[in-house]
């Protein structure tokens, strides 16, 4: 006599649970490195700088922009881009 058994089991959530972990872990590693950069680091421009690549490189996103909103004497909200990062992955066509 000749048999056969087997098991099927799907995987892709815990799959999927064990990626969303690693990128959490990436993150968090990322956010404790910025914060000691900003931390310590004396030149502030500098340490912002550094800080966006790292976040911005953990996150796996192209851009990051910090904006600083002030407001008008007649109540306009007016908009500055005070520090941004770009991947070098971003291409010159898109700025």
Same mark, same amino acid.
């Given at each position: 006599?000749?048999?056969?058994?087997?098991?099927?089991?799907?995987?892709?959530?815990?799959?999927?649970?064990?990626? %969303?972990?690693?990128?959490?872990?990436? @993150? +968090? $590693?990322?956010?404790?490195?910025?914060?000691?950069?900003?931390?310590? *680091?004396? /030149?502030?421009?500098? %340490?912002?700088?550094?800080?966006?690549? @790292? +976040? $911005?490189?953990?996150?796996?996103?192209?851009?990051?922009?910090?904006? *600083?909103? /002030?407001?008008?004497?007649?109540?306009?909200?007016?908009?500055?881009?005070?520090?941004?990062?770009?991947?070098?992955?971003?291409?010159?066509?898109?700025?």
């Amino acid at each position: 006599m000749i048999g056969l058994v087997g098991v099927s089991i799907d995987v892709t959530d815990r799959i999927r649970a064990e990626k %969303a972990l690693q990128n959490k872990d990436i @993150l +968090l $590693g990322g956010v404790a490195v910025a914060t000691n950069i900003l931390l310590t *680091e004396t /030149n502030l421009n500098f %340490a912002i700088n550094e800080t966006l690549e @790292l +976040l $911005g490189a953990a996150t796996r996103v192209d851009r990051v922009y910090i904006i *600083e909103i /002030n407001e008008s004497e007649i109540g306009k909200h007016l908009e500055s881009r005070r520090f941004k990062w770009a991947s070098r992955f971003y291409h010159i066509a898109d700025r």
